[in-house]
Structures are given as structure tokens and as C-alpha cells.
């Protein structure tokens, strides 16, 4: 009888140490993912470039800001589009980034779409990475 009250301790004690080491398991595969998320394709991280134009929308809600910048000798020029929230205390979040790129043309299809050297975004929801692509 003894032997078998043994034994469910240790069974019970190995089924909780399996549940803590699954537990921190799945906890540090989680802060591994964000790490390479927050690392790699954040837009917020992007680097803030060389200003090159800016279109305001029909109805001047939103400003969307082009910049170019070079990464160096071995990387090409990107572009980055910024759209300011004009009756928001001017509050920014990037909704472009496009690598191969050096030139920004901006055109505003209505009062929430613009369209950047050819993609279209709704500037509520889109937003456009060539590294998700």
C-alpha cells in the first residue's frame, strides 16, 4: 500500500514539473517570437529617411510624408510613407515601406485612400511592408 502512494506522489510531482516546463516553454517561445517581430519587422523601428515630398488629403485629414533612405553601400534605397493625423495633434504611424525605391508619387483616390508608387492603401487598415510580402 505504501509502495502505491509512492508512486502517485511521484507521478503527481512529474505531471507538475512537466506543466511548469511546458508553461515557460511556451513563455519563452512567445518572447523569442516578439523579439524577432520587434527586431526585424516593425515598422515603428524603420529609420527615418531623407524628406521627399507630402500629399494632404481632399478633405485634410491626413498628410502622408514620403522619405528615401540609403542603408549603405550594399542595401538599396527604400521609401517610407508616414501618415500624419492632422486633427489628432499631428499623431504619425508608417504605413509604406518599399525597398528598390528612391522616388514617391502620391496620389489621394478619396478622402481615406491613397495610392503610393502604385499600391493602394486604405489608410485606416492598410498598410503596406515588402517584407511581408
Same mark, same amino acid.
Given at each position: 500500500?505504501?509502495?502505491?502512494k509512492?508512486n502517485?506522489?511521484?507521478?503527481?510531482? /512529474?505531471n507538475a514539473?512537466l506543466?511548469?516546463l511546458?508553461?515557460?516553454?511556451?513563455? /519563452?517561445?512567445a518572447?523569442?517570437?516578439?523579439?524577432v517581430?520587434w527586431?526585424?519587422f516593425?515598422?515603428n523601428?524603420l %529609420?527615418?529617411?531623407?524628406?521627399?515630398t507630402e500629399?494632404?488629403s %481632399?478633405?485634410?485629414?491626413y498628410?502622408?510624408?514620403?522619405?528615401v533612405?540609403?542603408g549603405?553601400?550594399t542595401?538599396?534605397y527604400?521609401?517610407r510613407?508616414?501618415?500624419?493625423?492632422?486633427?489628432k495633434?499631428?499623431?504619425?504611424?508608417?504605413?509604406y515601406?518599399?525597398n528598390?525605391?528612391?522616388?514617391?508619387?502620391?496620389?489621394?483616390?478619396d478622402?481615406n485612400?491613397v495610392e503610393?508608387?502604385?499600391?493602394?492603401?486604405d489608410?485606416?487598415?492598410d498598410? /503596406?511592408d515588402?517584407?511581408n510580402?
Open positions: 500500500m505504501e509502495h502505491n509512492s502517485v506522489n511521484k507521478k503527481k510531482k /512529474f514539473l506543466k511548469v511546458l508553461i515557460f516553454g511556451l513563455l /519563452f517561445i518572447l523569442v517570437g516578439y523579439g517581430y527586431a526585424f516593425d515598422m523601428r %529609420p527615418t529617411g531623407e524628406y521627399l500629399e494632404i %481632399p478633405d485634410g485629414k498628410t502622408l510624408k514620403a522619405y533612405t540609403n549603405g553601400a542595401t538599396a527604400s521609401v510613407g508616414e501618415l500624419v493625423l492632422n486633427d495633434d499631428n499623431k504619425t504611424k508608417n504605413i515601406w518599399n528598390r525605391e528612391d522616388t514617391a508619387t502620391i496620389s489621394w483616390i478622402n485612400t503610393i508608387n502604385g499600391h493602394t492603401l489608410v485606416k487598415r498598410k /503596406f515588402f517584407r510580402q
